[in-house]
């Protein structure tokens, strides 16, 4: 019989790449697709491993158009398999895992005090070189008798999902904000982030030292200097 002819061989020939199936899923959603967006609502069982398989099999002749020799090259032999899982499940898992679960609890003591979480380390990539940003991140939060509380450990959970995805950190922050905002419904917000950005320490200028510091400020602590002030010294006192 020949491949033609085969019961397998026109079905294997013909059929979609998942990532193409995953994006007209998106497209007919209206939903975006950009490098820090979350698209798991549009993966289906199973998928992930094939998205997986599909990115190892690109990431190879990647390798090869650098004219790596992937078949002889014991260290590189394994490279695309390797940095496949690398970035389905771990430094861009955000974008195709499902948020963590995250209890809310309400304010039955009506907690009305600035609460601070942080330092936080935090680990992305740069949207633009795929580069490693690796940082920490504080979190102030003012709540009121109706806000929600959730556990210490959620924060760093939350943020995870978030900073793991293609991102720049201005908009990484704010995406934070939104996040926590959703959950908790605060009177007041403040995300600061400090970070190294390896696409200044590795390439460009190469500046071993360089960091960027940015911050979201939402509810009081936007309308409030004494309670910004109050967080920031707070801040400045934690990082000594």
């Known amino acids: 019989m020949s491949h033609k002819d085969h019961p397998d061989g026109p079905k294997h020939a013909t059929a979609t790449p998942v990532s193409d199936r995953i994006r007209a899923r998106i497209a007919a959603s209206g939903d975006r697709f950009h490098a820090n967006d979350n698209i798991a609502r549009h ?3 199973g998928e992930l491993d094939a ?8 990431m190879e002749e990647v390798l090869r158009t650098l004219v790596i020799d992937v078949d002889q090259d014991h260290n590189t032999r394994e490279t695309a398999r390797r940095v496949a899982k690398m970035y389905l499940k771990e430094i861009f898992a955000g974008r195709y895992a499902r ?3 995250v209890t809310e609890f309400p304010n039955v003591e009506q907690l009305n005090e600035l609460m601070i979480v942080g330092p936080m380390r935090v680990r992305s990539a740069c949207s633009h070189h795929l580069c490693p940003i690796i940082g920490s991140l ?3 939060v003012m709540p009121n008798r109706h806000s929600n509380l959730i556990g210490l450990s959620k924060y760093a959970r939350l943020a995870e999902w978030i900073m793991c995805r293609p991102q720049i950190q201005e908009e990484a922050v704010a995406q934070v904000a939104d996040l926590l ?10 995300i600061v982030m400090e970070a190294e950005h390896f696409c200044m320490h590795w390439r460009g200028v190469r500046d071993t030292d360089a960091k960027m510091t940015n911050s979201v400020m939402r509810g009081s602590f936007l309308k409030d200097d004494k309670l910004r002030r109050e967080f920031l010294t707070l801040l400045n006192l934690n990082r000594r």
């Open 51 to 58: 998205l997986q398989a599909e990115v190892e099999a690109r």
């Open 43 to 45: 993966i289906e069982h």
């Open 181 to 190: 905002q959703e959950k908790m419904n605060p009177d007041g917000l403040a």
């Open 99 to 101: 948020p963590p679960e």
């Open 138 to 140: 504080w979190v102030g």
